[in-house]
């Protein structure tokens, strides 16, 4: 019974959070007990000297100033996803108007059509300008959203 009373003991002060950062002693008394203390007993026959290995535990404690730095990488990165969202439903908003414009820009405006000898009438330049930059709008609004899209952080 003594020897489980022991080991239970030493168990106890192995597993004490106290203990972690002290040396432990086994005192060993003339008549066999066996005392386990912050200190050697005086008087003990042998005494051991045990130092707990705080380092293998597993265990690692975060200062205050590492769970801030945690905390503010964390916000930093939950607000550049939101920031990157938005610029992606921007990006697509600018694109369905750029494909609205383009859509609707291609009937002549009053000035894009000139009268034949003929009778009939042709397009100007100015109409086949105009399809022109509609088109290049929706290929850099296409083009921006798919940057958007590929962009990893």
Do not use: C
Not at 12 to 33: E, H, N, V, Y
Request: proline share 5%; glycine share 6%.
């Amino acid at each position: 019974m003594k020897p489980l009373l022991h080991a239970a003991a030493l168990l106890a002060l192995a597993l004490s959070a106290a203990s972690w950062a002290q040396t432990i002693f086994k005192s060993i008394m003339p008549d066999g007990r066996v005392i386990y203390g912050e200190k050697p007993v005086p008087g003990a026959k042998k005494v051991e000297q045990f130092v707990p290995q705080t380092g293998n535990t597993g265990v690692k404690t975060i200062s205050p100033e590492e769970q801030q730095r945690q905390s503010q990488d964390s916000a930093a990165r939950v607000k550049r996803d939101e920031d990157r969202r938005a610029q992606i439903q921007e990006a697509q908003k600018a694109l369905k108007d750029a494909e609205a414009a383009q859509l609707a820009g291609k009937e002549p405006l009053p000035g894009e059509r000139i009268g034949t000898a003929g009778g009939a009438s042709r397009l100007e330049e100015s109409y086949f300008a105009r399809q022109q930059a509609l088109d290049a709008a929706v290929v850099a609004a296409r083009k921006r959203l798919d940057e958007l899209a590929a962009a990893k952080d």
